[in-house]
């Protein structure tokens, strides 16, 4: 198994460490069990991403991914943030390990979840913007 | 980087400037094959004579009882499948630990499949194996028992004289793994009543590709390799001179400084334990005592392995980790969940193995920086901001 | 000793310089556990990968098609009981030949003790495989061929791709033993047709201990050594990651120079053949064109094999003979007999092996040096004395 | 398989190697089949073995014992001659090795066959003197 120097470098100098007060969205998936849990957090305005912070438990990749992933959406509408995929996570990293490919899954789902949450706050369903209520678990089999 | 620091002997170890001094003329210089007629091939014969006798010497055996192998994996399997094909008339139950090797653990499995009954006995939350179950495990009908001598991901000795004993008396062969005991603790292989016992090269300061294994004078065991005839008909192949030259420096270096190294590990480790345990939320795993002189291992609470390891790397740090991530696979490692620990706190193990080239600045060093990589982790770990309100801290 | 001549590549090659340079440094610096996660670690794997990468180039095979083992033995052992367990259901019959290596033949043997069956295959006076009883002897529950490419005591390159065509059309799986060929002749893994095959390091200048086996995309094989799940899974045990770098070194090498090594080998072989075969009462076994490129091998009369490889090593020649009092048992080599030699004369057989580090002195040398050793030995020898009466010279 | 450094000197130079034109026994053992052939030549006067030699097909160690085991008996009687013994042969050598032992034994042999040769040319019966009639075979298992 051997990372690309990108997601080495954004391992080592994760970008949108952290949380926000009062943010718009939250959303968190995986588990400790699993040994990965991304928790992303955003501030929207006007339907557009003008931050987005992220704490995350798990390995170099589950800290790059969330740290790439937060990055593509920033200042992005949610409309083109919701079309961010894992792949284009990984492609943007110089691709991932097979046995890592969960932790970009994770980080699409996650900012999923945070959108979700977002829009549940204000009170419209999100199942049919996101395709999910936003509490898919990707992770463990359990 | 200010400084590097390999603290993962355990995983394997550099080749001592001795020892890569020693071998390197039977490289280029004397590299008749040494099944030759000729004179180089003569040296080449003299000098895994008297490696043979560096080897036997640092377990307490006869010359004639080793046996070079290419691996400390192939030692181990030729162990547990030549005693059992040999013994298969006789006995077809296998007994060995559930926190073994791969190499063992693995192997076992394969004799399963070929028709072989394999009990896998637990341990306790240190590490040590159960004597009680060990007795009440074994049958009429079990040909072997495998226990390894030294845990690689906590460090545990186990019992091994008492586990010789008891074997011998009840008529079943004993093998141990001491692939990380060899050249680390000092082994009698009669007073401990072993009658096989596996050891790596690369473990204790000779190259990776070269093992070998200790069958007691009388035992019958099948080859795994066939071939030449070589090493008496048990393990064919032309034989690694180099490499085996290089083991039996290895040994014979080991052997003459053991009481030293070990005194002198065994204080560092100890210092890097302590100091280790101010992280909060940070507790030892194995036994706290019975433990390889230069094994620390821990599961640190809050934060995952692989990208503790990764980080450490990044401040020059070595050291490894049996978290799932790191193993590829969904699961932390067996040795860890075998002595009791949660999948939750598994991911948050570190193990740091000290080895000779090791000083005391290193430990001083790891002890700088791995508080601020735990640091550094927790602060971006959503599970942290969970325990920090959580004074108990979670359960190990 | 006027000059020192090595003139038995066959049973093992120096390590050159470039391969033992490039290697060292990854003994006592670049010494991670290539399964680490660290930045060393990463070193090693980076380095195996681009071995995997020269060693597949060498036999026009794909990377991933490559496992490491640790000896050529090791890889001929692998290709045969990996193949037949893993194949057991659906055929329980191998073919190989009576002039393969006893990495090949003894394990067949051990093949025949678990319940398979083997047909050895005949070979003509020049050591050639005779394709119609190949033919005649594959069954509808043939799992395997296994045909060495070169063989290494009388120098007889094998038909692999008309061997390989005939498997492949039967739709039988195809092993060669590469050991002697790999690197001093070219190989193409697809164009002949090939499944499997072993190579050895030491045979072409990389060190003993480091083989490797190739195996065909999709065709499925049992490991025989279990543990970590290094090698795909195929071949378990820290790789060894010096042997495996020099290795790869010595791939690229052979590569490279093939063709020069092949011309300037031929030439210096074919003028040692010329001068040895102008001692009376000496002739050449092997094929006398369809033969490795450094391999010059005869039996010469009345005299013994290793009294001759014993007095040559007094001159600073080192040569092998398959003769019976070098085997330590009472017959001559199987190759040597296979071939239709008697014993009577089998014991005055004589292999000189040149390799790229000989040069045209060495010819001069040994041309000079041998018939003075035979005169010698035949002075002294009863059976000379009535050879001299007998001018037609006993048969060949 | 290593030779003494004395088989070595004694395969290197092998002492009374040759031939005794009209010798009063010769005695030959081995066969060609086996890759060891033995033969002694002796002169003797008065029950005195005044000169031995030899020629030897065979391996190192079938010359070196037959260097060793001719200058053991030259100068002695016959008598002392028959005591000669194979393990007296490779203790002299510093030792054989051990699929080497037969070669020792085939130089006791080929120097007894020369001595019953000897005796037969007396009209002597050699059997009740040597134990056997000097046409022991020990080599090949035939
Ligand atoms: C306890 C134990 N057994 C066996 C092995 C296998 O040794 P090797 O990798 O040298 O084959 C190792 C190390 O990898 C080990 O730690
Ligand atoms: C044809 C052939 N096959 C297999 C082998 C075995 O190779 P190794 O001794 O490297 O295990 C050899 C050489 O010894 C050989 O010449």
Chains 1, 4 share one sequence.
């Not at chain 2, 072993?194 to 204790?204: A, T």
């Not at chain 2, 030259?245 to 003459?256: D, F, K, M, P, T």
């Amino acid at each position: 198994m051997m990372y690309s120097q990108k997601v080495m470098d954004h391992f080592a100098n994760p970008i949108n460490v952290g949380e926000i007060d009062n943010a718009d969205g939250v959303g968190e998936v995986g588990n400790l069990k699993c040994g990965d849990i991304m928790k992303i957090y955003l501030k929207i305005e006007n339907d557009i991403i003008v931050d987005v912070k992220f704490k995350t438990f798990g390995c170099g990749a589950a800290v790059a991914t969330s740290s790439m992933a937060t990055e593509m959406v920033k200042g992005k509408s949610i409309k083109e943030a919701l079309k961010l995929t894992n792949t284009a996570v990984m492609e943007a990293l110089e691709g991932l390990p097979p046995v890592k490919v969960h932790c970009s899954v994770l980080a699409e789902e996650a900012l999923k979840s945070a959108i979700a949450d977002y829009y549940k706050k204000q009170g419209i369903d999100p199942t049919p913007i996101i395709g999910c209520s936003g509490e898919c678990k990707t992770c463990c089999k359990e | 980087m200010e400084r590097f620091v390999y603290a993962d002997n355990a995983a394997t170890t550099p080749v001592a400037e001795k020892v890569a001094n020693e071998m390197m003329p039977f490289l280029t210089k004397y590299y008749g094959n040494a099944s030759s007629l000729y004179s180089i091939g003569r040296d080449s014969r003299k000098a895994i004579m008297e490696s043979r006798e560096k080897v036997a010497s640092l377990i307490k055996a006869q010359p004639a009882e080793i046996i070079f192998t290419g691996s400390g994996t192939e030692a181990d399997n030729m162990a547990l499948k030549g005693i059992m094909h040999s013994k298969r008339a006789k006995g077809k139950h296998l007994i060995t630990s559930s926190i073994e090797h791969h190499a063992i653990l693995h192997t076992a499995k394969t004799l399963e499949k070929e028709g072989f009954e394999v009990t896998y006995l637990p341990v306790d939350k240190d590490g040590l194996i159960l004597i009680d179950e060990l007795k009440a495990a074994i049958r009429p009908d079990t040909a072997l028992v495998s226990i390894m001598m030294a845990n690689n991901e906590i460090g545990t000795i186990e019992p091994i004289a008492e586990i010789g004993a008891i074997c011998r008396d009840a008529g079943v062969l004993f093998h141990t793994d001491a692939v990380q005991a060899a050249g680390h603790i000092s082994i009698d292989v009669n007073e401990m009543k072993i009658d096989l016992l596996s050891l790596s090269g690369h473990k204790m300061n000779a190259p990776k590709g070269i093992g070998a294994l200790y069958i007691r004078k009388g035992v019958m065991i099948n080859p795994i390799i066939d071939g030449g005839g070589q090493e008496r008909n048990l393990r064919s192949g032309t034989e690694n001179t180099a490499g085996i030259v290089a083991l039996g420096v290895a040994a014979a270096e080991a052997e003459s400084h053991m009481q030293e190294n070990i005194t002198r590990l065994t204080a560092m480790r100890d210092r890097l334990i302590e100091g280790v345990l101010k992280i909060p939320y940070c507790h030892l795993t194995g036994h706290p005592k019975k433990r390889l002189p230069g094994t620390a291992s821990f599961v640190i609470e809050a934060i995952e392995g692989e990208s503790l390891v990764l980080l450490l790397d990044l401040n020059g740090i070595c050291g490894s980790t049996g978290s799932a991530c790191s193993t590829g696979s969904l699961d932390p490692s067996h040795v860890l969940t075998g002595i009791g620990l949660s999948h939750d706190i598994a991911h948050g193990s570190l193990r740091l193995t000290l080895g000779v080239q090791n000083n005391e600045e290193d430990v001083d060093y790891i002890l700088e920086k791995l508080p601020q990589v735990v640091e550094r982790l927790r602060s971006m770990s959503p599970v942290w901001d969970a325990q920090k309100n959580c004074p108990s801290g979670l359960k190990v």
